[in-house]
């Protein structure tokens, strides 16, 4: 019975990605957990928490859930959702420090965008440490005594979450095409929702294919290089759907100016709707409609004490610490995705975001003014 709830949680809330799913928070308790068992906390996520109590399974641990509003961590994180009140409150009020002799609490890694490790301490005395990215690696993490691999650092779109990501705007967008196709184009209806979900999974399973032409190398170093770019890849999708409406029009014989013309506007809306913000749509690019994406990461290599956070935090794997010199270095710095983390977290404020004209931004803005849905960066709740 736990396995068909969890199936059908998984599916509902695919389908309504974009709404928030809350559940209830506070402290759970998975296998028979003791006072030297780990703590592990993690947002409010209906379809994460059940994600990772399904993890979890056969080892002894506590759970705490932090109110992130029913938003997934990374998103929670970043927006302002998931803060550092948040997880002190449950910190404090779930009973955790009655149940353990140890201060010592497990976080995703990708809460680091918005909870510094650092003023939790300060105001708890808990020592935070970043697990990995993905829920089905923490077994592997604890029993390599907390140690993280590259791999478990990094953040990755494979063809299962692409698929997730498909679904996840194809179910919205088809509901609203059919509701207007109803009143405007009812012939069309059918046609007209498969069209929808074709190109959804279209966009998303192909992904691979025309991933290198997303690149935005050429707006970091300031010069323009060829980058067929979000808009590029829109088109060439147009013209695919375009084409195979085509054909179809034609083994049929209905291929006229009018249907070209109506099959034409709706599979270029279709297009459009799909993939209106499709680096955002994915783990491994900033979104194309918000101005962070210019931003870079600058390292001041005065200010580096190579205490690692930046590396334990990265979800690109863009850091590495050379832990004799004490510094720390950016080899894989193309692959950033301007989240974040490492300027929130580092102690000596070595990092900051610099923008295309030069400007350093500070790291305490970063940590105070955090990115909403519409690429603006307000002040956090908490």
Known sequence: MDTLRFYVATVAETLLRMLPFPTRTGLYAIGRPGPDSPVLLTCNFHLTVERVKRALRGVDCWLLVANSRGINVWCAATGGLLTNHDVISVLKTSGIEERVHHREVILPQLAATGVEAKLI????????????????????????????????????????????MAVAWGFPISAVTALVAWFVWRAALVPLVALVWLVALLVFLAFPLYERFLSTEGVHKGFIVFDFGQSGVQVFLWVLVMAASLLIGQMTGGLTWGY?????????LVVVMVSIDLMGSTPIYKSGLHEDRLLSVRLDRDLCKGAGFCEDVCPRDCFEVDREARKATRPRADACVQCGACIVQCPFDALSFATPSGEIIPPADIRTYKLNLMGRRIKAAG
């Not at 808990?126 to 592997?140: F, N, Q």
């Not at 070209?260 to 270029?268: D, H, I, T, V």
């Open 260 to 268: 070209a013309l109506r099959w034409g506007l709706a599979s270029l």
């Open 121 to 164: 301490r300060q105001k708890t005395h808990w020592k935070v440490l970043w697990g990995p990215v993905e829920a089905k690696d923490i077994p592997g993490y604890l029993a390599a005594g907390k140690q993280k691999t590259a791999a478990m650092r990094r953040v990755e779109f494979p063809w299962l979450r692409r698929l997730e």
